[in-house]
């Protein structure tokens, strides 16, 4: 599947069915847009759009990579209950992770969000945050404490919108993030985003979670130009958190941490109601999980580059009968021979409606929810097949250079 586009470090947390059932509804996003959260000179760098357009290819995997540094810190707000979360503590210990990015390039310029992902000086950020500005672009980053240092690439991957920058000559009293699982959230959970919303640094917001799973794809730029996923022929589908904490351009590549202080996503993007220039935000935005994000950080750091997993299908929206009742989700319409669904056992006409305990609602649902899994992984796919629904355990393969 084309790959599209909004980084280091845990363990998946099982759930009980009950409770991911309980956080993973998804819905249409029909009348609205999605702008990149990012802050550019004359302009927005992307906007992304769900559309009705689905990837030739396949998809990818759970996210689950374990970072020792980050699975051995300490919980930074031990106080940090959802009943009550307490934001002052929680400010105090994740504005130092949190830093500020400015890019600036021949004829454009921007600013945007990052993380502090380890005391190397690595910094997770978006990779539209560090390519909208063009090629080989001046990068500083600003620490909480107002120092500025220069900063490099040191790996950007276009397909989930994920780039991490290398600090040079980093200080010794770097404080990196605490990383948590994204797996852990539940719908109604309190959030709070951490950036450099239109160049504010060090600014917090919160709120909740609105909603899980939400597939979000890349489209084009409100002028009509392409932005620039789509002028790198790869798009991005995520299975995003969506949360009501405002997120503003220049959000992208923040925190968006949990009551405890702890990384769960990657502010992405934002959704407007259309029209001309930047919209600010409107109560809906958008992250990508934080175990997402840490399996790809990872995979940047140590090679620059990220693989990702593969279904080997080619799937489209449709529906399927079971019984009296009518199901929607990815109908598979090719598949890749010798590849894991291929493998599987999955069929042309087979309809997809739930990977694990994540309904899948169509082919970028489908898309995104492998995305978010990691090479090997296995994944039960709930499939109705001649009008009778079953279980298909797949193990998830590494995807081609154009994933499938």
Do not use: C
């Amino acid at each position: 599947m084309d790959q599209q586009p909004t980084t280091p470090l845990m363990p998946h947390q099982p759930r009980s069915p009950r409770s991911r059932r309980r956080g993973r509804r998804i819905g249409e996003l029909a009348t609205i847009s999605l702008l990149s959260a990012a802050l550019a000179a004359g302009g927005t760098w992307g906007v992304i759009s769900v559309t009705d357009e689905r990837p030739d290819s396949t998809a990818t995997t759970e996210a689950g990579a374990t970072s020792s540094a980050s699975s051995s810190q300490a919980i930074p707000v031990s106080t940090g209950a959802k009943e009550s979360p307490n934001w002052n503590a929680v400010t105090d210990a994740v504005t130092p992770s949190v830093v500020a990015i400015g890019v600036r390039g021949q004829s454009a310029g921007g600013e945007g969000s990052g993380v502090i992902l380890d005391e190397q000086g690595h910094v997770l950020t978006n990779n539209h945050v560090v390519t909208g500005a063009g090629p080989s672009p001046k990068i500083t980053v600003t620490l909480a404490d107002g120092a500025t240092y220069d900063a490099t690439v040191a790996g950007t991957d276009p397909s989930t919108d994920l780039a991490v920058l290398t600090i040079a000559d980093p200080p010794k009293d770097l404080t990196p993030i605490t990383v948590g699982s994204s797996k852990d959230l539940e719908v109604g959970d309190p959030v709070m985003a951490v950036g450099n919303p239109l160049g504010l640094a060090g600014t917090v917001t919160t709120g909740i979670v609105s909603a899980l799973d939400r597939p979000v794809s890349t489209a084009r730029s409100e002028g009509g130009q392409s932005s620039p996923f789509a002028q790198q022929g790869q798009p991005v589908v995520t299975a995003a958190i969506q949360t009501s904490a405002a997120i503003n351009p220049g959000n992208s590549g923040g925190a968006l941490v949990d009551a405890s202080g702890r990384l769960v996503g990657i502010n992405s993007s934002i959704a407007t109601m259309g029209g001309s220039g930047q919209s600010g935000n409107i109560g809906i935005g958008f992250a990508i999980p934080a175990n997402e994000a840490t399996w790809i950080a990872e995979q940047l750091i140590e090679d620059g580059e990220a693989q990702h997993a593969f279904l080997g299908v080619v799937p489209t929206d449709g529906t399927a009968k079971e019984g009296a009742a009518t199901h929607r989700g990815a109908e598979i319409r090719k598949v890749s021979d010798g590849s894991p669904a291929d493998e599987a056992g999955l069929s042309e006409g087979d309809l997809v409606v739930a990977i694990g305990d994540s309904p899948v609602t169509g082919a970028e649902s489908l898309v995104g929810l492998v995305h978010a899994r990691t090479i090997g992984s296995q994944v039960p796919l709930t499939v109705i097949h001649d009008g009778k629904k079953t279980t298909i355990d797949v193990t998830l393969g590494t995807a081609p250079e154009r994933d499938a």
